[in-house]
């Protein structure tokens, strides 16, 4: 690869990072062509786009973009493969959980490191928490959800309390009539 190719895919993957507001970084070393091959299908089938790149290239790209990625330096080792996800941010934990759960005894793909709107997570730890992470539609659902509940507590007192009011002023108004 030439210089000039190796800095038009600097260039192309900086841009790439910068218009991602979600991607991690996953190990995935010690699979086969065969897995590495089923991991990026189960990427693309849920819309996660996943790259093999250069530690060398990933740390220049991350050095042209206005957060300091210093902390992903230590992790930039072995191989490394960038997952992105344009709008889901615990989508690709979720994807190296479920692609774990098929072969039981495998520790890989492993989570080197991930950026979740600007918030760096480095190590393989913080999978199980990505991975429960919402994202901002079911934050919204949530939302919504408390911000009707009170109104439909006082709908539905009132509709049932309508019959017993209404029972209340039949029973009145008889007794008034005799």
Same mark, same amino acid.
């Given at each position: 690869m030439t210089k000039e190719e190796k800095g038009a895919l600097i260039e192309n993957l900086a841009e790439k990072l910068k218009n991602t507001m979600h991607f991690y970084i996953a190990d995935t070393g010690d699979l086969s062509v065969k897995q590495v091959n089923e991991f990026r299908e189960l990427c693309f089938k849920r819309g996660i786009e996943y790259k093999v790149v250069k530690n060398t290239l990933i740390k220049k790209a991350l050095e042209r973009l206005d957060t300091d990625y210093e902390p992903f330096d230590k992790i930039l080792k072995g191989n490394s493969g960038i997952m992105f996800s344009p709008e889901i941010g615990n989508a690709p934990a979720k994807?190296? /959980? &479920?692609?774990?759960?098929?072969?039981?005894?495998?520790?890989?793909?492993?989570?080197?490191?991930?950026?979740?709107?600007? &918030?760096?997570?480095?190590?393989?730890?913080? #999978?199980?928490? #990505?991975?429960?992470?919402?994202?901002?539609?079911?934050?919204?659902?949530?939302?919504?959800?408390?911000?009707?509940?009170?109104?439909?507590?006082?709908?539905?007192?009132? /509709?049932?309390?309508q019959h017993i009011l209404a029972g209340l002023v039949k029973t009145l108004s008889e007794k008034e009539d005799k």
């Open positions: 994807i190296i /959980q &479920d692609y774990r759960k098929k072969d039981k005894k495998s520790i890989k793909p492993a989570l080197k490191a991930a950026s979740i709107d600007s &918030d760096l997570f480095v190590g393989e730890h913080y #999978l199980e928490m #990505l991975s429960s992470l919402k994202s901002k539609n079911e934050l919204v659902g949530d939302v919504i959800s408390l911000l009707q509940s009170p109104a439909k507590n006082v709908v539905s007192a009132l /509709q049932s309390g």
